[in-house]
């Protein structure tokens, strides 16, 4: 335990209880573990029966491009990535035993891998690729298993897809991959308060990890759908050094556009002000003596819990 007040550059937390985990540059951990933000995405991955994300963030991130394959939500990934399996190459074999452990004990379900689930309430195509392209619908998993991978959506957005799922090959299959969930009178919005309960009823869903993005995250948060909620917070780098280091070759005219248009293309969460809801309390937060931290919040309290 540690004192009620904890600073983490320019944020603070008030909290009666807070745990304060510290990873040290030496540690085993920290040496497997490229960052805090791996540490998390790795448990948070294999630790659930679902991962969710919206529409934008499967079409930017899970949609072939550039020669590479779109990104699956699953534990296989990151601890395949070349500095993590150098430093810890049964990483994924250690997740698989925690998650086996958190079987037996009946938090999650039987499943091997988490399914994916996409997120879109109005079921519309992207401006230059459809849902239906993400690689969760075509990729299969090392033992040759084919991804369990969903659409949850209202039940307009559903007859659009079934209106697109034969030109992308998916006619046979689509019924089987929609969850609709709308109010009874309003067939254009997705119920996303009812969401937990749809996912545990009919699937055996029993802890989801959400993966953003920031729009459809807001949405769960204001329906009181969220439990828990993580943010992975980065000090001592700015948005350009960030950037810097994923687009070495950039130009300075490129760089200078960054700047421009950054405002604009920044998206805020929760009430659009840059604050936290008051009843999200802060429980843990999980450090490096580096620049970054992942603070959990219990957001029970978004639902009167």
């Given at each position: 335990?540690?004192?009620?007040?904890?600073?983490?550059?320019?944020?603070?937390?008030?909290?009666?209880?807070?745990?304060?985990?510290?990873?040290?540059?030496?540690?085993?951990?920290?040496?497997?573990?490229?960052?805090?933000?791996?540490?998390?995405?790795?448990?948070?991955?294999?630790?659930?029966?679902?991962?969710?994300?919206?529409?934008?963030?499967?079409?930017?991130?899970?949609?072939?491009?550039?020669?590479?394959?779109?990104?699956?939500?699953?534990?296989?990934?990151?601890?395949?990535?070349?500095?993590?399996?150098?430093?810890?190459?049964?990483?994924?074999?250690?997740?698989w035993?925690?998650?086996?452990?958190?079987?037996?004990?009946?938090?999650?379900?039987?499943?091997?891998?988490?399914?994916?689930?996409?997120?879109?309430?109005?079921?519309?195509?992207?401006?230059?690729?459809?849902?239906?392209?993400?690689?969760?619908?075509?990729?299969?998993?090392?033992?040759?298993?084919?991804?369990?991978?969903?659409?949850?959506?209202?039940?307009?957005?559903?007859?659009?897809?079934?209106?697109?799922?034969?030109?992308?090959?998916?006619?046979?299959?689509?019924?089987?991959?929609?969850?609709?969930?709308?109010?009874?009178?309003?067939?254009?919005?997705?119920?996303?308060?009812?969401?937990?309960?749809?996912?545990?009823?009919t699937?055996d869903?029993?802890?989801?990890?959400?993966?953003?993005?920031?729009?459809?995250?807001?949405?769960?948060?204001?329906?009181?759908?969220?439990?828990?909620?993580n943010?992975?917070?980065?000090?001592?780098?700015?948005?350009?050094?960030?950037?810097?280091?994923?687009?070495?070759?950039?130009?300075?005219?490129?760089?200078?556009?960054?700047?421009?248009?950054?405002?604009?293309?920044?998206?805020?969460?929760?009430?659009?002000?840059?604050?936290?809801?008051?009843n999200?309390?802060?429980?843990?937060?999980?450090?490096?003596?580096?620049?970054?931290?992942?603070v959990?919040?219990?957001?029970?309290?978004?639902?009167?819990?």
């Open positions: 335990m540690v004192p009620q007040r904890v600073r983490f550059g320019r944020w603070r937390f008030h909290c009666r209880r807070l745990r304060v985990r510290r990873i040290s540059p030496g540690s085993a951990v920290r040496q497997t573990l490229a960052s805090v933000y791996l540490c998390n995405s790795l448990a948070r991955y294999g630790l659930s029966d679902a991962v969710m994300v919206g529409t934008g963030t499967a079409l930017a991130e899970g949609v072939p491009h550039n020669g590479q394959p779109g990104y699956l939500w699953q534990p296989y990934g990151p601890a395949s990535w070349s500095h993590v399996a150098a430093a810890e190459p049964e990483l994924d074999r250690k997740i035993g925690v998650r086996q452990l958190w079987q037996q004990q009946g938090l999650l379900s039987p499943r091997r891998y988490p399914a994916q689930i996409i997120v879109t309430q109005s079921g519309n195509a992207g401006a230059e690729h459809d849902v239906f392209e993400a690689n969760v619908f075509h990729a299969k998993h090392p033992d040759g298993a084919p991804l369990e991978s969903y659409i949850l959506t209202s039940r307009t957005g559903a007859e659009r897809l079934r209106s697109r799922a034969a030109a992308h090959g998916m006619h046979e299959r689509v019924d089987s991959i929609l969850i609709v969930c709308s109010p009874h009178d309003k067939p254009d919005e997705l119920d996303v308060a009812a969401v937990p309960r749809l996912l545990r009823q699937l869903i029993r802890i989801a990890n959400h993966d953003g993005g920031s729009i459809v995250l807001s949405e769960f948060s204001k329906a009181g759908a969220l439990v828990q909620i943010f992975t917070l980065m000090r001592g780098r700015s948005m350009l050094d960030v950037y810097k280091s994923k687009h070495p070759t950039a130009t300075p005219s490129e760089e200078e556009e960054l700047r421009r248009t950054f405002d604009s293309r920044c998206s805020l969460m929760f009430t659009g002000d840059r604050r936290l809801p008051p999200l309390r802060p429980v843990s937060i999980l450090v490096d003596d580096n620049e970054g931290c992942v959990c919040f219990d957001a029970r309290q978004q639902r009167g819990l």
